[in-house]
T-cell receptor, first 117, second 114 residues
């Protein structure tokens, strides 16, 4: 299998707090990880693509200073929402692709429900 | 601009019936077409995937039909069950070496009535 673990599953915190979300590939190495944001009853919105050992590539309109991404190893990527505000409340999901073979699917974590009060 | 168009937005099917979800794309560089199933509060899970060199792929009750010339692909769920009630997303990605990004459809909310 290809298991991606995302932690925490739910965060409730006060406005102005920074929140770190971890994404781990448990049984495979992931050269590339992706971070998505999903609003209720909507599709996945790609925020950034994270490659191990290099800077993340952010999609247009996503503030890189607001959403800090670190991909320090082949099994771990982190997303830090800095100085979070209520408008940052959302469902954040990571995914990972196996290193090597082409046409590999993205394997998703179970998401993090972020609620900023 | 939506790279992958998905329909219908929602679908209600009787238990035992066939659920059909359709997707269309324009970019001929797309080379890999997965379908994902998502339950509320969970991340999407890979259901089945196809490459354009085959016209159909079947795994259990789930079948992908692929029409390369029409640039369309669809998911058929045979003998639909209440446990299949979820949101389904189609996706497309370009050939290796031309990009890693997956382009997702807008999703179909499937409800299977007992």
């Amino acid at each position: 299998g290809a298991v991606v673990s995302q932690h925490p599953s739910r965060v409730i915190c006060k406005s102005g707090t920074s929140v770190k979300i971890e994404c781990r590939s448990l049984d495979f190495q992931a050269t590339t990880m992706f971070w998505y944001r999903q609003f209720p009853k909507q599709s996945l919105m790609l925020m950034a693509t994270s490659n191990e050992g290099s800077k993340a590539t952010y999609e247009q309109g996503v503030e890189k200073d607001k959403f800090l991404i670190n991909h320090a190893s082949l099994t771990l990527s982190t997303l830090t929402v800095t100085s979070a505000h209520p408008e940052d409340s959302s469902f954040y999901i990571c995914s990972a692709k196996k290193q090597g073979a082409p046409n590999q699917p993205q394997h998703f974590g179970d998401g993090t429900r972020l609620s900023i009060l | 601009q939506q790279q992958v168009k998905q329909s219908p937005q929602s679908l209600i099917v009787q238990k035992g019936g066939i659920s059909i979800i359709n997707c269309a794309y324009e970019n001929t560089a797309f080379d890999y077409f997965p379908w994902y199933q998502q339950f509320p509060g969970k991340g999407p899970a890979l259901l089945i995937a196809i490459r354009p060199d085959v016209s159909e792929k079947k795994e259990g009750r789930f079948t992908i039909s692929f029409n390369k010339s029409a640039k369309q692909f669809s998911l058929h769920i045979m003998d639909s069950q209440p446990g299949d009630s979820a949101t389904y997303f189609c996706a497309a990605s370009p050939a290796p070496g031309t990009g890693n990004q997956f382009y997702f459809g807008t999703g179909t909310s499937l409800t299977v009535i007992p």
